[in-house]
């Protein structure tokens, strides 16, 4: 047998005392993993979502509610702004591209959003089924709604009004199903996308009395947001100034308002995070008395080793194998342990393509398990080892029994 | 085989443990006798090249141990020497077969289960095998542990007290197990025991040699003085 066959032997010839190590290991390396993977989901689904979209424009109020209610749809928006202000920005020269954002009704919770195919196109979205819409009232599903709720091409369907489920129903203008996206992995899976004028329609339909007020209503037409692609990175530095002091509305970029977000959230996580190093190093003393022991026990099998002709690094060897093969186990045992926790916390939060992905990930960061777990079973290891070396082998084969 | 002179060993503050000059030819029975503490454990250890003798010579099979290295003297030891503790240290977690293989191992060696099957047979254990050392009865697990230190075909087999809790019949049947063992691998063969039935066993062997280590006249600390040179019986 090889020293991993013997390491492998000896460490299973105790076996709660290595079942023991290897459930603490496990549940610190859990932890750990179950960290790593949360943080590396919100990212990649805060990158998918924001990827491209430099700025947001929309109503003052607070610049995280913007991006959270306009670009990942959890929250509710500050209010809305006219389009004759939204149509200006085109003007600048600093603005490539504008999507408009309309937000205000839903269907079974699913966010009725009101924009231009360009969001289509900025997301790469890819249709399973149809076309896109070409008139107001007609939509295209997300395809988790279309999963979902059962719908399919040509069937019909009324808005609700507000952004969760629930609201009066808009009954006399049905929407007409188009187009259904293929899976895409960000928000829009999530939504039922529609022309702009559909969201006006809806509302100045059930408002007007008459033409005139029809009219009225047309002219003072208004957007929730819209999302600014620059023509060059510098506008970063001049463009949202300029907004928020000569606009009534305000600019909030992506990417400084979610570094924010996931430094709060950072927070809690580096709580977390300390509470898997206690875990950790828990377990790290317990694999460390266990060899410990295991070393004391064996002093004599230890000795007889070195009589038989084995160098003492030989020996060191096979210790430092054995708490190897505790690392191996537990990070295996770990790894598990975290994916599962993820996937039952996407499963327990509905949260589907939300934040969580569906499926296993191996971001790079999760390389840090297995090195962890080697590095505290090498560390537990070390003095035992030590100690394997300085034994005296002629006094310990002088022990009488 | 073996030759000592003017061996002298130092444990800690103690005063030293000085050793008769001896020589033992090859194939020999050495009888080493003597009281608690007067150096027997550390001959055989300082034979085993396990320490360094503080002065004096002594080589082994016309080795000069105060030469090797560490690492030599660990080569020397997997090669040369088979020991039968008294306590026999048979590991708890691994069956006969692998005990013996360890053997192998410790040596640097890629393990050769036909030899371990084949010592094992000689010793009329061979269906132990697969057995954990719990169970096994005391004598089998002698002949097991006497089966792992010939395994090497060594040159020179120590025993420490080996009949120390065995009744008369017993006794004497380890001690002629022993010297059949030793005399089939024509290995030179020394016991350390201040057990008389040892001697009564021995004593049909053609070669034996008997030593006596004695305390020092200090008392805690050892001396020696050989008793009787070589003694052809």
Redesign the interface.
């Known amino acids: 047998?090889?020293?991993l066959a013997?390491a492998w032997?000896?460490l299973?010839?105790r076996p709660m005392a290595a079942l023991l190590n290897v459930l603490l290991l496990s549940l610190g390396l859990g932890s750990m993993t179950f960290l790593l993977l949360v943080s590396h989901h919100v990212e990649l689904a805060f990158d998918r979502d924001l990827a491209g979209i430099d700025v947001v424009v929309g109503a003052k109020g607070s610049p995280m509610q913007l991006i959270l209610s306009g670009v990942l749809h959890l929250d509710v928006p500050p209010g809305n702004v006219p389009l004759a202000a939204v149509n200006a920005l085109k003007k600048n020269p600093l603005v490539a591209e504008i999507i408009p954002i309309s937000l205000g009704d839903n269907l079974q919770g699913y966010r009725i959003v009101g924009t231009s195919p360009s969001y289509l196109i900025h997301y790469q979205a890819t249709l399973a089924q149809g076309r896109v819409w070409d008139a107001p009232m007609q939509v295209v599903l997300g395809a988790t709604v279309a999963r979902t709720l059962g719908l399919h091409l040509g069937q019909k369907f009324a808005g609700s009004h507000g952004l969760g489920a629930g609201g009066h129903t808009h009954g006399d203008q049905a929407y007409t199903v188009v187009g259904v996206l293929a899976p895409h992995g960000g928000v829009i899976d999530r939504l039922v996308m529609t022309d702009s004028a559909s969201v006006w329609k809806v509302h100045e339909d059930a408002h007007a009395l008459d033409d005139e007020d029809r009219q009225a209503l047309e002219d003072e037409r208004e957007v929730t947001m819209a999302l600014v692609r620059y023509t060059s990175p510098l506008a970063a530095v001049t463009f949202p100034r300029w907004v928020n002091t000569t606009t009534e509305m305000q600019a909030a970029a992506p990417a400084l308002e979610v570094t924010r977000l996931l430094h709060m959230l950072g927070l809690g996580t580096e709580v977390l995070r300390a509470f898997a190093g206690l875990l950790l190093f828990t377990a790290g003393l317990s694999v460390f008395i266990a060899l410990w022991n295991a070393v004391r026990e064996?002093r004599?099998?230890l000795?007889?080793?070195?009589?038989?002709?084995?160098?003492a690094s030989?020996i060191g060897l096979l210790l430092t194998a054995e708490a190897l093969w505790l690392a191996l186990v537990s990070a295996l045992c770990g790894l598990a342990l975290g994916q599962a926790f993820v996937l039952g916390l996407g499963w327990v939060l509905g949260l589907e393509s939300q934040l969580m992905a569906t499926g296993l990930l191996w971001p790079h960061t999760l390389w840090v398990v297995p090195a962890l777990a080697a590095l505290v079973a090498l560390g537990a290891a070390v003095l035992p080892v030590w100690q394997a070396y300085q034994s005296d082998?002629?006094q310990l084969?002088?022990?009488?029994? | 085989m073996i030759e000592t002179r003017q061996l002298q060993f130092v444990y800690g503050a103690a005063p030293p443990l000085l050793f008769p000059d001896v020589t033992v030819p090859q194939g020999a029975v050495v009888l080493l006798s003597g009281p608690s503490g007067s150096g027997k454990s550390t001959w055989l250890a300082l034979l085993a090249a396990l320490v360094k003798p503080k002065h004096g010579a002594l080589t082994v099979a016309g080795q000069d141990l105060r030469a090797l290295s560490g690492r030599g003297a660990d080569a020397w030891r997997a090669r040369c020497i088979g020991f039968l503790p008294q306590k026999l240290y048979l590991s708890a977690a691994l069956t006969v077969q692998h005990n013996l293989e360890l053997a192998f191992w410790a040596a640097g060696l890629p393990g050769d289960t036909q030899r371990v099957r084949q010592v094992l047979a000689q010793l009329g254990v061979a269906e132990l095998a697969q057995r954990l050392p719990s169970q096994l009865s005391g004598g089998q697990a002698q002949r097991v542990a006497l089966a792992r230190a010939v395994l090497m075909q060594p040159l020179l087999l120590l025993a420490d007290e080996p009949t120390a809790s065995l009744d008369d019949a017993a006794a004497q049947g380890a001690v002629q197990i022993l010297v059949n063992a030793a005399q089939e691998y024509k290995a030179t063969l020394v016991i350390a025991t201040h057990d008389a039935r040892v001697a009564q066993t021995v004593s049909a062997c053609t070669a034996v040699v008997p030593i006596l280590l004695h305390l020092s006249p200090a008392g805690s600390a050892s001396a020696l003085s050989m008793a009787t040179g070589r003694l052809q019986a």
Not at chain 1, 303 to 311: S, W
Not at chain 1, 397 to 401: D, I
């Open positions: 047998m090889s020293t013997y032997r000896y299973w010839a064996r004599g099998d000795a007889l080793l070195r009589m038989l002709g084995a160098p030989r082998v002629l084969l002088q022990t009488k029994e």
